[in-house]
């Protein structure tokens, strides 16, 4: 049985910076990284590949899991700010969050990362005009690598650390042991491995297993919240005057029916449409890529509802999950409607579809996304494009494309210190599969974090 100093439980945002910054600081820490995913040149998707034209339910998904997590293929875009994608600064302190984010993205930028613009939404005339019609622009620095370039920078981290950290792939963590000290893991290669510190870091696909190991080690979760809506598509000049401008625009809206918050998420000018497969369940996300032969006429974007529960149910994940495979086995897989046709409660076909001026970027199943979303959730969205209407005139034409569902599935949120560590020492709890984070910048902000708390241990 071979020992190490650490290991580190998935290869995401955080294990991919936590490997960086162990590699970069002088220490003698030896480390082990594992994740069930591939190494970043065997992530592909058969869809992108057109070997399939729906979601197979490869396990496991190569979009969800692999070097980088799921936000390699996933647009590569990282928002400086504490406003939304986390709360990090909470344990940390909010001028220590922003730090170590714009450290992030010195790394990148030192990468390649610095051919892409980095975007700001402070001082745009776009949030006088959404205030306007009371919608909210929640401010943040936004760099935007596209898919293509992000994979290219993930593949040079991964060349400079390779020689300095162990990394096993396809390998599935199946149990983990407190020694006291210490910890001991088995993988499903009838593998066991021991560390002094063990860091879990499997990001959301892995939500599950971290509040399973948690719920065993008796460490306190508290109830998250699940986000369930639709992704977007519609003519990218429709949003052209606001992309240009910021990229990425995070709008907050409350809804005058239900007092309910209802925001925009990942907005992908030029971007795409895909499908992802999470723990078996396929849903819906976007991305976009840098070069621009690989653009497209639409851009895209995700209308999320925000669902917590108290008693006496409390777990939102599972009220998501069941949304999700409701749409799966109506549509055997992503459900695609028209804005035109859900105002007036009628499904969209494939005859409606051949008529449509948006040409749809994914080969989705036409549909009734009123059989799949909840009444109030979809009264929400269907409020909040009327809302974006006002800013973005076109938003609301009957060609808008609806695709469902998009659900964010977020961890309980793991009990942890200013250090991200549990009440057991030597664990760590770090990036989005904690509850901590649900961003690309803070969940790479946390691995930097706890890497640097680590090298001091080892020097």
């Known amino acids: 049985m071979k020992k190490y100093d650490v290991i580190i439980a998935g290869a995401g945002a955080a294990g991919v910076f936590m490997s960086y910054e162990l590699t970069k600081l002088e220490n003698k820490a030896s480390v082990l990284m594992i994740d069930k995913g591939c190494e970043l040149a065997r992530r592909k998707c058969p869809i992108k590949e057109g070997k399939c034209k729906n979601c197979v339910k490869c396990s496991p998904c190569h979009i969800m899991n692999g070097y980088g997590g799921a936000g390699t293929l996933s647009d590569g875009k990282y ?145 998250n919240r699940v986000d369930i809506g639709v992704r977007v598509e519609l003519p990218a000049e429709i949003f052209k005057h606001i992309t240009d401008d910021v990229y990425e625009s995070k709008i907050v809206y409350k809804t005058d029916k239900y007092n309910d918050r209802v925001r925009t998420f990942c907005m992908n000018p030029y971007g795409e449409v895909v499908s992802e497969n999470t723990n078996g369940i396929v849903t819906v996300n976007g991305h976009s890529y840098a070069d621009p032969s690989l653009l497209t006429e639409n851009t895209n974007f995700a209308l999320l509802v925000s669902n917590t529960f108290t008693e006496p149910f409390k777990d939102s994940n599972e009220y998501g999950e069941s949304i999700a495979k409701l749409s799966n086995m109506l549509g055997g897989g992503v459900l695609m409607q028209r804005f035109g046709d859900l105002v007036k409660g009628r499904r969209t076909s494939e005859h409606r579809m051949e008529k449509c001026f948006t040409r749809p970027t994914l080969k989705a199943t036409p549909g009734d996304l009123s059989l799949v979303i909840p009444k109030r959730q979809l009264d929400d969205i269907i409020e909040m494009i009327y809302a974006l209407d006002k800013i973005a005139p076109g938003t609301a034409n009957e060609d808008t494309l609806l695709y469902g569902v998009e659900v964010k599935f977020y961890n309980s949120k793991v009990d942890v210190d200013e250090n991200l560590e549990t009440k057991m020492q030597g664990l760590y709890a770090l990036g989005d599969g904690s509850g901590v984070t649900h961003s690309l910048s803070q969940a790479s902000a946390c691995g930097v974090h706890v890497a640097r708390i680590l090298a001091k241990k080892y020097q």
Not at 90 to 119: P, Q, R
Not at 132 to 143: D, I
Request: aromatic share 8%.
């Open 79 to 223: 928002n400086i700010t504490t406003e939304f994608g986390g709360d990090l600064h909470k344990y940390v302190g909010t001028e220590k969050a922003i730090e170590l984010m714009e450290y992030v993205d010195s790394v990148l930028c030192s990468f390649g990362g610095s051919e892409a613009k980095l975007y700001s939404t402070a001082n745009s005339d776009l949030k006088t005009l959404a205030l306007r019609q009371n919608l909210h622009l929640l401010e943040a620095k936004v760099r935007h690598l596209g898919t293509d370039r992000n994979m290219r920078i993930l593949e040079q981290i991964f060349n400079y650390t390779k020689d300095r950290i162990e990394t096993k792939f396809n390998t599935t963590i199946l149990t983990v042991e407190a020694l006291n000290p210490g910890y001991r893991i088995t993988t499903d290669a009838g593998e066991e491995f021991e560390c002094d510190n063990l860091v879990l870091a499997t990001g959301r696909s892995g939500s599950k297993w971290i509040g399973e190991v948690c719920g065993k080690m008796g460490i306190n979760q508290k109830s």
